[in-house]
């Protein structure tokens, strides 16, 4: 059944009374040609046009644009000179009578922007999904302001107004534990010898914690995707730069000042005794010049993979466990050079010998295994506070090198050298690389407060703590015990008594700085 049109063309009655009786009279056309189709339809078919909310109609009813109908706007497109009548946009039905246009189909375009007012936030009452690409409203709720027309967005931003993933950059300001190694580099006044058992002898390089605990600079990253409400993964890396001690003399060094010299306990002895560096006077010796170098250093890193599922939630606060990959990687370096140069001949040898030992001891510590933790968060209104407490569990791999050489240069001719330093554990000539597995653990500790300054960007500070056990660090593993007579020219392989492999615990700790991204 057709709908019924009213004749426009009368002529306009002078009263208020008269127009609002034609008024009603057009209302009632309508909605009794409506409900006629209705009646009669058989099927609903959701249309959408360019320019058009979405309507349901019948076979045989035709589909009008938005107009105005406002009781002044109708007057005037009634009887006005300009007259605005109702413009059909569609034909439902099988076939279209002449005269009726037919927009064509919106294109299904995925990246189609949201218009209409109020429509920014997505929020548009009743929706139709066009296969995931867009959303057109036929309604809109009261965060629209009631009227919004299309409602359509990209399902990029659909997916970071949801806060599916987020990003944690931050700056570390850590301390490493202090490391422990024998004394290494030692001085007395002139006329001393520099032994750990003479009076006035002070250590300037090794010795019990003397090794690191200064503040260290570093970066963490921490980037994830929520796969749902409940279940998400992300990742994790940090390093640590290194950190490092050193001691030096600066150049050739002699004795009229300060005595210098490498500690050992000899056991032809047996006492404590020491490599003479520089020294002048010194009883029983000949008088030497010469030069040193030291240095410490140790490098962290972690890498991490995760996934974290939700325990707890409730109003303003939430716990996911978390489980997942760990990687560690601790490098500790050590070594030692030193040069003495004789430059009297009171005891034997000649003016001019010189002697060249180096050590270098390196110790690598690599972590595979699994963790398992929780993470807890509370949030109030702009302020958010978090912790997180889990456990490393796995293989620690550990690896030690020792190398060194001792060259005895006569006459200016290089005349005699051997593989191994004074220092490097290991076999006769003092150069070794072993590996070993050990089961172990590493617990970690975070607090962060952070305080959201702009819309997903949030400003943190925080405190960290990882502890591992089981590793193996250089100055834990130095051998300084051995016959001093085979140090001299010619040389000879130094007898040093069985040694073990020493096993340490390492923490670090410290502030984090930091910017939080939700997206």
């Known amino acids: 059944m057709n709908p019924v049109f009213p004749d426009y063309t009368r002529v306009p009655m002078e009263t208020k009374k008269t127009t609002k009786w034609k008024l009603l009279a057009l209302a009632a056309m309508l909605s009794a040609g409506s409900a006629s189709a209705a009646d009669q339809g058989n099927s609903n078919i959701n249309q959408y046009y360019t320019g058009a909310a979405p309507v349901t109609a019948e076979e045989g009813e035709i589909v009008y644009d938005d107009v105005d109908y406002s009781a002044d706007n109708m007057a005037a497109s009634f009887y006005g000179d300009e007259a605005q009548s109702l413009q059909p946009v569609a034909f439902v039905g099988d076939h279209q009578e002449s005269g009726v246009p037919t927009p064509a189909p919106m294109m299904n375009d995925p990246y189609a922007m949201s218009t209409g007012s109020g429509c920014s936030t997505g929020d548009c009452g009743n929706s139709y999904d066009m296969g995931g690409s867009y959303e057109m409203a036929s309604s809109c709720g009261s965060s629209c302001g009631g009227s919004c027309g299309k409602c359509r967005k990209r ?84 390093w640590l730069s290194e950190s490092s001690e050193s001691a030096s003399s600066g150049g050739i060094v002699n004795g009229a000042a300060n005595s210098f010299g490498r500690p050992f306990y000899d056991t032809n002895i047996p006492s404590d005794n020491s490599i003479l560096i520089a020294n002048t006077g010194v009883a029983g010796s000949d008088d030497f010049e010469g ?206 008594p069985a040694s073990e492999r020493k096993d340490s615990s390492l923490y670090t700790h410290g502030i984090d700085l930091g910017c939080v991204i939700d997206f």
């Open 155 to 238: 399902p990029i931003r659909k997916m970071m107004q949801k806060h599916d993933m987020w990003m944690t950059a931050e700056a570390l300001l850590w301390f490493t534990q202090a490391r422990s190694t024998t004394p290494l580099i030692t001085q007395n006044a002139a006329g001393a010898a520099p032994e750990l058992d003479v009076p006035g002898t002070t250590t300037i390089f090794g010795g019990d914690e003397s090794l690191g605990g200064d503040l260290s600079a570093g970066f963490r990253i921490d980037i994830g995707k929520n796969l749902s409400d409940d279940f998400g993964v992300g990742g994790r890396f940090w």
């Open 291 to 496: 030069s040193f170098s030291a240095e410490s250093s140790l490098d962290i890193y972690a890498a991490e993979a995760y996934v974290r599922m939700k325990m707890l939630s409730g109003s303003g606060f939430r716990t996911d466990l978390i489980g997942g990959f760990s990687h560690f990687g601790i490098d500790d370096t050590l070594s030692v050079n030193s040069t003495s140069i004789q430059t009297t001949d009171a005891l034997g040898g000649l003016v001019g010998d010189r002697t060249d030992i180096s050590d270098l001891i390196e110790t690598e510590n690599r972590f595979f295994g699994g963790q398992i933790g929780f993470e807890s968060q509370i949030n109030r209104g702009k302020w958010s506070f978090k912790t997180l407490t889990k456990v490393h569990l796995g293989n620690m791999e550990q690896i030690y090198r020792g190398t060194g050489l001792r060259t005895f240069t006569t006459g200016g001719v290089p005349a005699d050298s051997t593989n191994g330093g004074v220092l490097a554990l290991g076999d006769t000539f003092n150069t070794t690389a072993l590996d070993e597995d050990k089961f172990t653990f590493a617990p970690e500790a975070n607090v962060k407060l952070a305080y959201q300054f702009r819309p997903n960007v949030s400003m943190s500070i925080g405190y960290s703590f990882i502890y591992w056990d089981d590793v193996l660090l250089a100055g834990d593993n130095i051998n300084n015990v051995y016959n001093g007579d085979a140090i001299t020219s010619p040389p000879a392989a130094l007898a040093q």
